[in-house]
């Protein structure tokens, strides 16, 4: 990891200006109420300024804005009904009930919908509390929500002078960690490389990538100053978006025998040559990031064009000097990884040219997808909600959870004195998630960040002694709490404590200590009955939910493959349901892998068939690698190489795939008959190779390079091995679904 080139992307991402808006509109503020000596009595603003704040996720804005002022009307009605039924605990439970599960289960309408609910108990845990008397119930919610409006309204501000900042931050984001997808790929070609930690990698940035898409997708088909605007700064960024898709896709495709080609070329060193060549070009992905985030033209690094001929140059000294008619199969594969190579280099020189704007590159550009198909629409029917009032329903039993703890965690600040007792409640709320793999993650973060930030917090308190500096590490905890928020708990945990501690400090230093004391007391408190509960109250294990990952994953990669085949039969091609079709086979294999990934979280005994699930999950990263390849063929040559013997072919494969589908839904051991057959061979193939190694038997290598044979040879046969990888695959995947199915 480069720790300076993280540093330079946190530094311009959206995370730190969100950091840094929400600790500005909550200390501007203060400042002034203090000032005029009446910050104690609306102390409340800033909280809700902060707390409104967090459900401000990335989106389109009229979302954004939409939900900032659902969250306000929410957090004042529950504020007003907490606040003037406190101190009857009847009434107490009758709203923990209801507002836990109802809260709780509005995430079934999406991650915004789950903020504001989060939020709502939030403010309900905070009202719950003795701290504020009952006359003073109504000014205090009406001072909330104002500070909830001055966010609001700092948020359109900040949005009218810089519309465009937000997808810039993203994009760039976009693009570094694209380069680091393609910094993984080089791995494989330098010598002895770990395939296992080189597949986790890959899965793992696959995942980061399709979340960022996703959240880029909504923010720029839903904007329709986006979409159809006409100004340059518009086109240019969705002309970068589009490219970044289509640039991940051929890095996917780019995927090979790497064990081959190292037994082939390992002694030629060609294979590190590229391994260099591409490490630099994830470096240029990088820079091309940094600069999109930061908004200034990128310059390359390096000199692409000469290093590429390098590397054309080393391929053609070591095909003279090595290729027979014995191993041209192998000089083929290495041509492709060329190709493919040329290919991501041409993309990458042309997104240098977009970070400057450049109207040559936009003035023609329309884009050919129909933009509607690629949002995922978000449905907000009661029906949803109805539909997961069953103990069948993952969020039903994670609202049934948190609605329990919230319960015990209650009742144990009432019978015991722990100082802030709701800080019990506001530690389980943060911690406890759908998933235990997260909750227990975060549990331990939580732990540890309490006591960081304490230790941190008295130590300031004890060493330094001016009040600006201690509000200066103040501001900074905050900035850093609200940043590291989303992207690394501990962090945002220290952050939260530290700042907590001391803002107390310039409230009422007289009982700072007691305050430190119930922080860590309560946080310990919190995390033992959020571990607890999530551990033995209707758990949701992920490998009870592995099966349908995996049917998405399959039902993906078969409407993909199926789009993609058909052009090598005659039919014409329609692009905008290919791009549709990738997408979801992209997103498939990223949520399947996101969902293998937590279940190595979990304890022992949940694990089940580990080996398998992760044999799987390994095979449809292939798979749907190996589609991408066949889609880059299909797009460019594949009306040339139309065949009817690519029929047969294409059905079997087919074939396949809906028996692997039957055995997912249950229908254990069949197929046999399926996984005997042989792929048909191509005749036509056949020819060519046969014809192709006359040429090379009679004429030489240098002049046989010149024949028509050897192009129609090299594409034909990359396009026939690529449906045999399919059909392996998919039959392996047979195989391993027969072996997950076995009772264990």
Known sequence: MNYLD????????????????????????????YHYGILNNLIAFPLGTLLIGTTDNPGPVHRRRN????AIATCFVVACITG???GILFFSFIEIILFGMFFSLIGVYGNRANSIGLISLLVFVFNIDDHISREMVLQNALVFSAGGIWYLILFLILQKIRPYKLIQQLLGENFVELGKLLS??????????????LFNQMIHQQVILRENHETLREILFKTRQIVSESTNTSRILMLMFLDSIDLMERILNSQQNYSNLHRAFDETKILRLFGTYISWLAAELLQIGLAVQGGFPSKPKHDLDEAYNKCQQAFDKIREEKMTHDNVEDFMMLRQILNSIQDITERIKKLHRATAYDVDLSKDYKPNVETDDFITKQEYSTRILLDNLSFKSSHFRHAFRVTLALIIGFLGSLFFDVGHGYWIL????????????????RNIYRIGGTVLGAFIGFMTLYLIKDDTAIFIIMMLAMIGAYSFLKINYFVASTGITLYVLLWFNFLNPQHITAVLQDRVIDTVIGSIIAYFVSSYVLPVWEHTQIRQYMKEALDANRKYFDNVSIIFTGVSLNIGELKLHRKQAIIAMANLSDNFQRMLSEPKKQQVKME???????????????????STYAQTVGQSYLSEEFKPMIRQIDRQFETAIKVIEGEQHIGNEVIKESLPQNQKLIELLTLRKKELKEMGIEKSAQSPARKALSDFKTINGLFELISTITIDEIKILNKISVEV
């Open 426 to 441: 506001l530690t389980i709320l943060t911690i406890m998630k759908p998933a235990f793999s997260i909750t227990k993650q």
């Open 612 to 630: 398998e699930h992760h044999q799987f999950v390994a095979t449809s990263h292939m798979l749907t690698s190996y589609i991408a390849s066949l």
């Open 67 to 70: 939900s900032l002022m659902i």
């Open 6 to 33: 993280e540093f330079k992307k946190f530094i311009s991402s959206h995370y730190l200006s969100t950091g840094i808006r929400l600790t500005l509109g909550a200390v501007i503020p203060c400042l002034i109420f």
């Open 84 to 86: 003037f039924l406190r």
């Open 184 to 197: 993984v790929k080089a791995g494989y070609y330098f010598a002895k490389p770990d395939y296992d930690e």
